[in-house]
């Protein structure tokens, strides 16, 4: 049972012809990782999927079309959205920042969820979210795709320019969530990928290349091939 | 390109004929009344190609443009009424002041941009206007205006029988803008105002100062407008405080837009056109053919704002180039099914 | 100093006028970017429509026909504002130029459409029976009225910040002024809290509307001129956007302009423009104005 499917997606911003057919699957209950090279049309795609950029093509979640709904509709429909710079909204307290994306108020096990998942973003609910470090404001970020019940989480490189020890502890948070939930991940750090995917698609030049088991991430020569990076075995 | 290649010829010899139409026999322009329109037109064709530097060339949407208009047409009555100076030394003075006035105005206000810019120009021009319309400091005469003295100047620019000099150097003057603003356009710094218009931060990127060079835009467009008001003060015969609302900045904004921001001449035409048609459609709107239309319909026709103000909206919304984006568009495709 | 007392009162009674102007521009200005020149029509015709509805629906003139008037008038001038945003300026998303010059276009057409309806002239306002007393404070007397306008204006401060601060849709409108796409993508519909802030511009400049027509004795198409211009400069030296600045800079020049006027009738006027010009040399972004990033 496939989540989401999406069937030869276009996307032309001004001139330039970004996404050149993209289709791909992601199963329910399971985390896919979309991997490659910069510029390639990884953060595009999900842009895309939620309505963000105009695209042609088809996108289906659960067998339902999503093509040309505005965003907020889609993300109704039960996709959570992390962006790739957080977005975080910097002059609401973090308090604020949840509350805001909270569309079941009386949902309170998933809240207390988050709230364990969380535990420094409960004494910091009055400070404002744009004062907090790196890493807490991506706790916020995910915390804020979280609260609600969704039926797939859209995660666009989480690990970002965050030093290695919140690295880390944003690592263990998804590797919480992915046991109870579906997961599109674009992520550069290739051991978190290992450690939480179960399918990888691999992106070229706005087209998928390669989709399957991460077991291939074990060879090093492939993902250099792939990848552009050096990887495999340390 | 786009220009028609005998455009530029027949300009010449329209302009040659409508410097002669006076003396050539018995035509349309050789009687005082529709001199004295044309004069009134041809000067809000040069004001608006003023503007037009400012806005469709530099960017700037300022709402204080008429400020300048009417700092140079007070500023020389002034002068010349009370014996300050001699009529051609007050004209000189008038601008030069209005100049000064404009970098200082220029300077705080361009310390903003954008739609704050707007603001903050419309505050300081509704601020002149209330100063003039209030009579503060007993000059000005309140809504009455001030009359110019007709003995303080040459005789030939009083009297129904000299309009036609009025005509000729409101048309100079128009002439003589225009190729200002082309010289200034076709300029290394026009070439900076327009990439200011297109893409502030690659300006500043390439180290040259935005702001000197928006200040130096708006500076020139005052000064322009400074000397045509001081001309308007002389085919009006007075300086009165409706030159220096809103809404002659907004009857200035309408001209450019309706006539094509990008464009010098779509400029000019919309300022004459509507100066014209600006006195023609209240005589329109008086005419009999409106009494049979029921009054929630003919009261609103027979307002002029409301068929300029729809057009305006139009042009604004859905032809963005207005009268001469639209002849471009137009040329465009006769010349590529050539 | 009873003369003191009396021109200060009168003052902050003016600058409250002021403010209910200047709260509508800075609230769609700050929030939403559009320089609106239509505005004063919104002010017109919520005026009008208290107009309406006190000389033709209710006929008598008391203290709740009054209240009635103000909110029919700003109920009617918020669903003209909310019209204008959703056919107009939504087709023109983030072309803030444009907006702004489509406001200029809609201010001629609505001047012109009620100029054509009821002509120029000014109509009379029935207002309440005690619109006309005084209150004295020590020996002045003060114009009951101005205590109407400083209690009115109060009012919409106070209920703006606690709409903004405290509820759902004031704090999705915060959201959406920072990044409106990130909103949406929380499955916020963030159009209509933008149409909300639309509205309720309009309806504070409806409700301008009926008490400026109040003051000046009477309703007509050309009322909103002066307010207008005086809301500008209002909201430039608040600080652009900043409701609370508004409100601050609103009872500065309220004040300022009386005492002035007093000392030489028209010096008013010119101090105003002095103080504009001061605060935008010295403090370009206005009283309490945040500096943009």
Known sequence: MNTLSVKDLHVKINES?????????????????????????????????????????????????LSGKLTYK???????????????????????NLLLATRNESD???????????????????QRAGTLSGGQQQMVAIARALVNKNEILLIDEPTKGLAPKLVTEVADALGRVAGETTMLLVEQNLPLVKRIAQHIIVMDQGRIVFQGSPEFLHDGEWVHTMLGVSGGHK | MLRWKYSRPLLGVLIILLFAAPFLGNNPLSHPGLQQTMAVAFLYGALALTYDLLFGFTGLLSFGHALFFASGMYLAVLFINHDVLVWWLAVIAAVAL????????????LRTGGITFAMVTLAFAEAGHVVISRDFGGFTNGENGVALNADKVPSIFIGVFNTKYLFWISLATLVVVYFITWWITESSAGRVFAALRDNETRVAVLGLKPTRFKLLSFVIAAAMASFIGVVMLMVSGSAAPRFASADVTIALLLMVILGGAVTRWGAVIGGIVYSVASTRLQDLSQTTALHSVPKIISGPLSEPAFTLGLLFIFVVMFAPGGFSGAYYALRLRVISKK | MDTFMLIGITGIGLGALYFLVASGLSLIYGLMGVLNFAH????????????????????????????????????ASGLFALIVERVVITRLYERHIDQALVTVGISLVVGAVLAGWFGNDLRLLPTPPWFINTVSIGSAHIPVDRFLYIAVALILLIAN????????????????????????????????????VFFL????????????????????PLIAGTYLIY??????????????????????IGVIKQYANYYSPGLGDFVVVFLLAGVLLLRPQGLLGKVKP
């Open chain 3, 40 to 75: 004063g029509s919104f002010l017109t015709v919520g005026a009008f429509v208290g107009l309406w509805f006190s000389t033709q629906v209710v006929h008598v003139s008391n203290t709740w026909t009054f209240i009635a008037a103000m909110i029919v008038g700003g109920l």
């Open chain 3, 201 to 220: 511009g309009g309806f504070a400049a409806g409700i301008g509307g009926v008490l400026v027509s109040a003051y000046s004795n009477g309703v007509s």
């Open chain 3, 231 to 252: 809301g500008f400069i209002v909201v430039v030296i608040g600080g652009m956007g900043s409701v609370p600045g508004s409100f601050l800079a609103a009872m500065v």
């Open chain 1, 17 to 65: 012809h970004i996404l050149q057919g993209v289709t791909f699957e992601v199963p329910a209950h399971s985390v896919t990782a979309l991997l490659g090279r910069n510029g390639v049309g990884k953060s595009t795609t999900l842009k895309a999927i939620l309505g963000l950029y105009p695209s042609e093509g088809s996108i289906e979640l659960n067998g339902q079309s």
């Open chain 1, 108 to 126: 309170l096990q998933r809240q207390q969820m988050v709230n364990e998942l969380f535990p420094e973003l409960v004494s910091r609910s009055a």
């Open chain 3, 161 to 196: 910040t606690a709409l903004l601060r405290y509820s759902r849709i004031g704090l999705v409108i915060r959201a959406g002024v920072e990044n409106r796409q990130m909103v949406a993508a929380l499955g916020i519909n963030v159009r209509l809290a933008f149409s909300a």
């Open chain 2, 98 to 109: 209005s100049t000064v006035l404009a970098i200082i105005i220029g300077s705080a206000s």
């Open chain 1, 74 to 96: 889609i993300a109704q429909a039960g996709i959570a959205y992390v962006p790739e710079d957080r977005e975080i909204f910097a002059s609401l307290t973090v308090r604020e």
